[in-house]
């Protein structure tokens, strides 16, 4: 005997009935949906992206709210591209600041202005001093060049070709420069002394 069809009709009102029943619909609050879109971001987003390429070509007021997210969008992104190119541009400005103050005073006088700002507790200066007195002391001994606007990159490949030995003294004291003066890393008489210390270790070497 075959088995009885249930009628289409009966199965649907069974069915309208079950989803009808209070635990199909809990109702959310704002902050449900809140906690979820926290809790789901990418699920979101993706949503919303989909929202709007469906309603670009829609036509109405839905096309209108979807062209506004994405002229919204693409002025939130030129500024953002603009604010980080202008913050880039002023970190190559300071990059490419002459790495000295002058190169017409002699050693003895930076290390006398070196030795006032360490008095005066203006550590960043006397570090900036004291490593233009060494440069100024290898330039008095022929070991480079000074010149207006060089980067101790360019003194460093000076001293490694006229002076090996000397080149690792050299790029230590250039690296603390830097890290000082440009990367504002704290500095103190500590560092003052290191300075110094680096600046006598080249001399000695020189005086051999």
């Known amino acids: 005997m075959a088995a009885a069809v249930p009628d289409a009709g009966a199965v649907r009102d069974a069915a309208r009935q079950i989803l009808s029943a209070p635990e199909f619909h809990r ?3 704002w902050w449900d949906r809140f906690q979820y879109a926290l809790a ?3 699920e979101y987003l993706f949503g919303a992206v989909d929202w709007v390429l469906s309603h670009l070509t829609s036509g109405g007021s839905s096309a209108a709210v979807a062209w506004a997210i994405v002229l919204g969008c693409a002025v939130a992104a030129g500024v953002l ?3 980080l190119a202008g913050s880039t541009a002023r970190d190559h400005r300071v990059r490419v600041r002459p790495a000295l103050p002058s190169t ?3 050693a003895a006088e930076l290390w006398a202005q070196a030795t006032r700002f360490e008095r005066d507790g203006r550590w960043r200066d006397a570090v900036r001093s004291a490593f233009a007195a060494t440069v100024a002391e290898l330039a008095e001994r022929g070991l480079l060049r000074r010149r207006a606007g060089a980067t101790t990159g360019e003194y460093h490949a000076q001293v490694r070709s006229s002076d090996p030995v000397s080149a690792p003294s050299f790029a230590r004291a250039a690296a603390t420069f830097d890290a000082v003066w440009y990367g504002n890393a704290p500095a103190d008489a500590t560092t003052v002394r290191q300075m110094r210390d680096l ?3 080249l001399r000695a070497r ?3």
Do not use: I
Request: charged residues 20%; without cysteine.
């Open 27 to 29: 109702h959310e609050t």
């Open 104 to 106: 017409t005073l002699t």
């Open 40 to 42: 789901h971001p990418w």
């Open 199 to 201: 600046a006598d270790a």
């Open 206 to 208: 020189g005086a051999r």
């Open 81 to 83: 591209l603009a604010r």
